[in-house]
């Protein structure tokens, strides 16, 4: 069985996984609490900064639509200067 | 004006005509599309609310003015975010270089024995989640991360785009961008772990 350390690298974006090191890592993480920790810290993040943001732009919506307004009139009455 | 589900193509040579030529609808569909996501990207990289409106402001301005270069490649969307990205650089003076050693050894290598075993035990999941949370402990983890690591993550992570779009946007390779996230990740990773003791 692969080590900590090598499933960890694994884990890693961007890497193209063989089936085969797809599977070992699944049996891995079923046996290894402290892995299966980090891989699911690392799905956690993403997820976490969504919502947040996701909550973040949410509230500032008002905002948003006048800024919207503001660009949209700039742009339209500069026609003849480009 | 209201919410037509219309499907534009807002990269096909007629659409980007009309923008040109600034028709009030067309710009009013483009603007009203990208803005707000303008937006939340602008806050995934630390902007606050004025900042970020200015930030997008210049976002549009450039990208009108560019227009008449703008060949239609690569998606509206993805040429709209390079401007971003760009233009978020220029205002944090961000000067990160880039470096291509394996980010595993130097991040992650020192958190295991001679066996490969953990030396500690990752935080739990609900713990790492009450931690990462606090928008006041996330915040100030991503502060420290280099513009690149966080554009890359908000694309990635937050909004989903695909690699080929981000390495466009980012101008770099799919390698560098595997990396790049990869050291995003852990940084965040680590530093939400240190501050929730």
Known sequence: ?82 | MSVQSEKINFSSAEFLKSLQSRENSSVEKLVKKYTKQLVNAAYGLGFNESDGAELVQSVWFTFFEKLPTFEGRSHVRTYIYGILYNKAKELKRDRHKYTSEDPFDELMADKFDNFGHWLKMPLSPEKFLASAQSLEIIEKCLEVLPLQQKMAFQCKEIEGNTSVEICKILGITSTNLGVILYRAKIKLRDCIERKSQ
Not at chain 1, 18 to 46: E, P, V, W, Y
């Open chain 1, 1 to 82: 069985m692969r080590s900590c350390k090598e499933i960890a690298k694994l884990l890693v974006p961007g890497h193209k996984l063989t089936l085969l090191q797809k599977m070992g890592i699944k049996l891995h993480l079923l046996l290894c609490l402290a892995c299966a920790r980090f891989s699911k810290q690392l799905k956690i993040l993403g997820e976490v900064r969504k919502q947040q943001l996701g909550q973040k732009t949410l509230a500032s919506t008002t905002h948003t639509e006048l800024l919207e307004k503001k660009i949209i009139a700039e742009m339209t009455n500069k026609k003849s200067s480009s």
